[in-house]
C-alpha cells in the first residue's frame, strides 16, 4: 500500500533563506509524486509533479522537487523563501499506472517564512 | 484558467439531515474525485468516478456516501444522515483523460453537523 510520511509539521525559516520541506514515500511499484499547497480558506492548488525523468523537477512559484529513489525522498526545496510561501504543504502519491486511481496524501507540513 | 467549483463553500446541517455538495469539475475532464479534510488532519480519499460510475472508493465512503453526475457538468456529494463526524472539509477534483496527470482540486466546502 502506498504512504507518505512529512516528518515535520512546522517549517520556519527566514525570508530570503532556501527552505526545505521534508518527505518519503512508500510505494509498491514506480512512485508518481506531488506537491499541493493548501492557503487558508483555499483548495489545493497544484505546485510540481514527478512522473520519471530528471530527478530535479521544476514546479510553479520557483519551487522545486529532487527525487531520490535511494532514500525514497521527494523534499520540496526553494532557494529564496518569500513570506507568501507561508502556507500547508502536501506531498502525495500514486503507484499505481491506471489513471482515475487516488492520490495518498501526507500530513501536511505548515510553512512559515519570518519577515 | 479553468477550475474546479464547488458550493456551497460553507453549509450548515443538523445531525440526521441529508446533505448535497456540489462540483463543477473543469469542462473535457474525465475523471473525478472527492476528499475530506477534518480540521487539522490530513487530505483523505473518499471516491473516483469515471465513465458515469465510482472507480474506487475508501473505507470512509460507506453506505451513507453516494455520488452522482446528474448532468453534463456537475459531481455531486450525498449524505444521507449526517453524523458529528462528518464535519470537515470536502474537497472536490478532476483530472483529464490521460494517466498519471494532476488532479485540479476546487475551494472545497466547509460542512459542519451540528
Known amino acids: 500500500a502506498q504512504s507518505v510520511a512529512q516528518p515535520e509539521d512546522q517549517v520556519n525559516v527566514a525570508e530570503g533563506n532556501p527552505l526545505t520541506v521534508k518527505c518519503t514515500y512508500s510505494?509498491?511499484?514506480?512512485?508518481?509524486l506531488f506537491w499541493y499547497v493548501q492557503y487558508p480558506n483555499r483548495g489545493l492548488q497544484f505546485l510540481l509533479k514527478?512522473?520519471?525523468?530528471?530527478?530535479l523537477v521544476k514546479g510553479s512559484y520557483g519551487f522545486e522537487a529532487e527525487f531520490n529513489k535511494s532514500q525514497t525522498s521527494f523534499h520540496l526545496k526553494k532557494p529564496s523563501a518569500l513570506v507568501s510561501d507561508s502556507a500547508l504543504y502536501f506531498c502525495a502519491v500514486r503507484d499505481d499506472p491506471n489513471y482515475g486511481q487516488n492520490f495518498v496524501f501526507g500530513p501536511g507540513t505548515r510553512l512559515s517564512v519570518l519577515p | 484558467e479553468p477550475e474546479v467549483t464547488q458550493t456551497p463553500s460553507h453549509q450548515v446541517t443538523q445531525m440526521g439531515q441529508e446533505v448535497i455538495l456540489r462540483c463543477v469539475p473543469i469542462?473535457?475532464?474525465?475523471?473525478f474525485y472527492w476528499y475530506r479534510q477534518i480540521l487539522g488532519q490530513k487530505v483523505e480519499f473518499l471516491v473516483s468516478f469515471y465513465n458515469n460510475e465510482i472507480s474506487e472508493k475508501s473505507e470512509i465512503f460507506d453506505d451513507q456516501f453516494s455520488v452522482e453526475r446528474p448532468d453534463g457538468s456537475n459531481f455531486t456529494l450525498k449524505i444521507r444522515s449526517t453524523k458529528l463526524e462528518d464535519s470537515a472539509m470536502y474537497f472536490c477534483a478532476s483530472s483529464p483523460g490521460s494517466p498519471m496527470v494532476i488532479q485540479y482540486f476546487g475551494a472545497g466546502t466547509r460542512l459542519s453537523v451540528l
Open positions: 514527478y512522473i520519471t525523468g530528471d530527478n
Open positions: 510505494v509498491s511499484g514506480n512512485p508518481y
Open positions: 469542462s473535457n475532464h474525465l475523471y
